[in-house]
């Protein structure tokens, strides 16, 4: 397994950034994904990393160091509607372990 | 617009009964995941097929559950006996690549 380690929940204000740690352990590790998933939905894809650095995309963006087994999702120009849980999960080959997620709240 | 499918979306059910799930992935997907969604484990992968064969299924309890693809737009998940404790709510899964599309899931509660 990964034991993919993350925080229970974080507030930050509309318009704020937020960063959302995620550990994991490399046993087979392939690369690391990033879930959001609203209260009574289905989990969404946000983000793959495969290579050390970081990826952007739009507000969202992901870095990953493989040495240290670290990742991170950066959150920015908060809305209301990022209020979320969001999911780290490592892979190996297609097989994702997800983390318990990280409860986002934006306040206005 | 191509999604992954989930029949039912609830279902209510007493203890000792069964309970079958049905996933339509997208077209094309060659991979099927079942997963298991509860407060306590968070989301917990069940089975995984690629092109219709299992892979693996160390996650799922192996004497009540059993996963099945009969064919390339079908997976089934099916639970015999149920009880109180299967009460969840269980996604399926497909890619095609790294990236996976969740269906809308079936929310089960045993009583």
């Known amino acids: 397994g990964q034991n993919i380690d993350q925080p229970t929940e974080m507030t930050a204000t509309e318009g704020a950034i937020v960063q959302i740690n995620c550990t994991y352990q490399t046993s087979g590790f392939n690369g690391l994904f990033w879930y959001q998933q609203h209260a009574g939905e289905a989990p969404t894809f946000l983000s793959y990393?495969?290579?050390?650095g970081l990826e952007e995309k739009g507000r969202f963006s992901s870095f990953l160091s493989r040495s240290k087994g670290y990742s991170y999702l950066l959150l920015k120009e908060l809305q209301m509607k990022d209020s979320a849980s969001y999911l780290c999960a490592g892979s190996n080959d297609y097989k994702l372990s997800f983390g318990a997620g990280t409860t986002v709240t934006v306040r206005a | 617009d191509a999604r992954v499918t989930q029949t039912p979306r609830d279902k209510v059910t007493e203890m000792g009964q069964e309970v079958t799930m049905r996933c339509q992935p997208i077209l094309g997907h060659n991979t099927v995941f079942w997963y298991r969604q509860t407060m306590m484990q968070g989301l917990e992968l069940l089975a995984y097929f690629r092109n219709r064969a299992p892979l693996d299924d160390s996650g799922m309890p192996k004497d009540r559950f059993s996963a099945e693809m009969p064919d390339a737009t079908l997976a089934t998940l099916k639970i015999q006996p149920s009880e109180p404790r299967d009460s969840a709510v269980y996604f399926c899964a497909s890619a095609a690549g790294n990236e996976q599309f969740f269906g809308p899931g079936t929310r089960l509660t045993v009583l």
């Open positions: 990393n495969v290579l050390d």
